[in-house]
């Protein structure tokens, strides 16, 4: 499947008819509406150079009264493992855990190999489709496919790096020592390509928490690079994990901010004042959460998450893979299935939900300030046929192009 997207230019544009949200309508201390006007925005260099009073007359593309919003950003993500553009294949009942996952790919990722650079670009285009720009994505770093994976990977992203960015975490799918991976994992950390060391669930893989951060947190030290674990595991050894990475932050403030859990499920298992302690000890040590928003056995926790002002990133994890048979790319089908999970349905609560798909920046401020664009701005942001912020969330909005870093993505019609 190719992209419904054609890359128009790169050079200097003005837009007209661009709806911008401009503030909120109140009831009394209720929010009741989002304000919005038509403007004219100017494009030079790779920014947003201007935005005016918009100009009907004007020589410019013709936004047709679409509303403008920053790009969408998903932050968790795996490029490099999809079935997407390949016949479609459900999820198998026989692989009930991650070993058994395992098991499964070292017998079916050389075959995938063969073909994930195109697949990656595939799956690169169905997020464009839905108006993201920017990923974090986890790749494969294993015995089995060495770094092919990311060389893979890293061809599928320079046939994109126009439209397309992505921060890289090397990933030991399958284990640091449950598999012969530490090796590869010294030669990864050293690639300056590569930004997180990641990992996988310590104590249940490779049976020991302490064996492995200890391994994880001097690889980041030693190569000036970020951390971002995968920790599927609930109850007691999932706890210690996160705790343990907490406790090795504050050793090492160079960590702060750039340390992430992914999942944390054992977060959607405590108690309230638990939930409440531990989101305390994240926030001071700035180690934020990287979630896809289960639900079914687990819901996170991430209401008391943000108020106690832990980073939350959200992510599609898995699309159309091997490993679930769901997940769709749409970063505002994320932000919708938040605002229901947790009740967000004021005009005013559901224009704030829209910072998970663009990770937290927003148009208007709390206040109903209009923050966002303005000069000076990365020209960076989506067009998609809604009102505003919250009805965009509400109904999951169509994408009708997008911008990155200035250069146009035009949606055919």
């Given at each position: ?15 007209k ?52 919003l ?33 098991a ?8 995938l ?42 061809k ?86 996160i ?58 926790p ?5 108020k106690?002002?832990?980073n939350v990133?959200?992510g ?10 769901f ?69 999951i909005?169509?994408v ?14």
């Amino acid at each position: 499947m190719q992209s419904e997207y054609q890359l128009l230019s790169a050079e200097n544009f003005t837009l007209k008819n661009v709806r911008l949200e401009t503030g909120f309508e109140y009831d009394h201390e209720d929010v009741i509406k989002t304000k919005t006007d038509l403007f004219c925005v100017e494009i030079a260099e790779g920014k947003i150079k201007t935005v005016k009073t918009n100009d009907i007359s004007a020589n410019a593309i013709d936004a047709r009264g679409k509303l403008m919003l920053p790009a969408f950003r998903d932050m968790h993500v795996h490029l490099d493992k999809t079935l997407y553009g390949l016949p479609w294949q459900a999820l198998s009942p026989k692989r009930k855990t991650v070993k058994d996952m395992i098991a499964y790919e070292q017998g079916i990722i050389q075959e995938l190999l063969k073909t994930s650079v195109q697949r990656g670009g595939q799956l690169i285009d169905l997020l464009q489709n839905y108006g993201t720009n920017f990923a974090r994505t986890h790749f494969n770093i294993d015995p089995t496919s060495g770094l092919v994976s990311l060389e893979n990977l890293e061809k599928a992203l320079e046939n994109k790096k126009d439209s397309f960015r992505a921060e890289l975490v090397a990933f030991p799918q399958h284990g640091l020592y449950y598999t012969d991976t530490v090796p590869l994992m010294k030669e990864a950390a050293a690639l300056k390509s590569v930004d997180f060391i990641g990992g996988l669930d310590p104590y249940s893989i490779d049976g020991s928490i302490e064996k492995v951060l200890d391994f994880t947190v001097q690889l980041a030290l030693d190569h000036k690079k970020g951390i971002d674990i995968h920790l599927h595991e609930i109850g007691d050894s999932g706890m210690k994990t996160i705790n343990y990475l907490i406790d090795k932050a504050i050793e090492n403030p160079i960590l702060q901010g750039n340390t992430f859990v992914s999942h944390a499920f054992a977060l959607g298992h405590l108690s309230l004042k638990e939930t409440e302690r531990i989101a305390e000890r994240l926030a001071g040590a700035k180690v934020g959460i990287a979630s896809s928003v289960p639900f079914r056995g687990t819901v996170m926790p991430l209401p008391i998450l943000k108020k106690y002002g832990v980073n939350v990133l959200i992510g599609n994890d898995n699309v159309q893979d091997y490993w679930s048979t769901f997940g769709s790319g749409n970063m505002l089908q994320k932000a919708n299935l938040i605002a229901e999970l947790y009740g967000y349905e004021t005009e005013f609560d559901l224009s704030r939900t829209l910072e998970f798909a663009t990770q937290s920046r927003l148009p208007l401020d709390d206040k109903g300030n209009q923050q966002w664009p303005k000069s000076g701005d990365e020209a960076s942001f989506v067009l998609v046929d809604a009102s505003c912020s919250a009805e965009a969330v509400a109904r999951i909005s169509k994408v009708e192009s997008l911008v990155n870093k200035g250069y146009l993505l035009w949606k055919e019609s």
